[in-house]
């Protein structure tokens, strides 16, 4: 069983658009996790929701906008979308109560073209 | 500001030596640390991790290995084994505060291990 899943793990789409990326967590964890990827690799933290609620957020264009219905969802959507926005995206999860690890999923590679 | 960083883009070891790869740090807030490794179309996978209470941890072929003093992190795999091929990621956190245990990542170091 799938322990943090994303949808869809490809996406192409073209400039200007609008598109959401899927996260779902059967871990029971509180806390949530937008991680983005760059063509140079680095992987940083972009949002997180603990109990459905914002409590990190990052330098990050308003054209991005998480929102998480419940503790075990995580959605992430982009308006307008840019050149530059094309990465990886990972969700993650963790439970506070526990260890410092996270959790990831396997990612959406986003093209914008 | 790179607060993590992995200074070997790369390395190469022979199957049964010995890996070290390493991590440098500049916040002096981070107190928590952890080590991922990523296969090629897959999400980062949790490895081991290291509080700055302690200076070094172990689980089987991983130890990681903190020097506070010096801001330097280092795993070792031994013996290295093929299937150990990957990305390896340095990531640290601080508790407390604002940081609800947001991961800082390095930029990763590609190991191969050659049969």
């Known amino acids: 069983d799938t322990a943090v899943s994303q949808t869809p793990k490809y996406l192409v789409t073209q400039m200007g658009n609008d598109k959401s990326i899927k996260c779902e967590q059967n871990l029971g964890h509180d806390t949530m996790y937008w991680y983005k990827q760059d063509s140079k690799k680095f992987l940083k933290i972009m949002f997180s929701?603990?109990?459905?609620?914002?409590?990190i957020n990052e330098t990050v264009p308003n054209r991005f906008s998480p929102k998480s219905p419940d503790k075990a969802h995580l959605n992430l959507h982009i308006n307008s979308l840019e050149l530059g926005d094309s990465a990886v995206y990972f969700c993650?999860?963790?439970?506070?109560?526990?260890?410092?690890?996270?959790?990831f999923g396997p990612g959406t590679r986003l093209t914008v073209t | 500001d790179q607060q993590v960083k992995q200074n070997s883009p790369s390395l190469s070891v022979q199957e049964g030596r010995i890996s070290i790869l390493n991590c440098d740090y500049t916040n002096s807030m981070f107190d928590y640390f952890l080590w991922y490794k990523k296969y090629p179309a897959e999400g980062p996978t949790f490895l081991i991790s290291?509080?700055?209470?302690?200076d070094k941890n172990e689980d089987g072929r991983f130890t990681v290995f903190l020097n506070k003093s010096a801001k330097h992190l280092s795993l070792h795999i031994v013996p290295s084994q093929p299937g150990d091929s990957a990305v390896y990621f340095c990531a640290a956190s601080a508790s407390g505060g604002t940081s609800y245990g947001k991961l800082t990542f390095g930029q990763g170091t590609i190991l191969t291990v050659h049969p």
């Open positions: 290291i509080s700055s209470i302690k």
């Open positions: 993650a999860s963790r439970q506070t109560s526990g260890g410092g690890e996270q959790y």
């Open positions: 929701y603990n109990n459905k609620e914002l409590i």
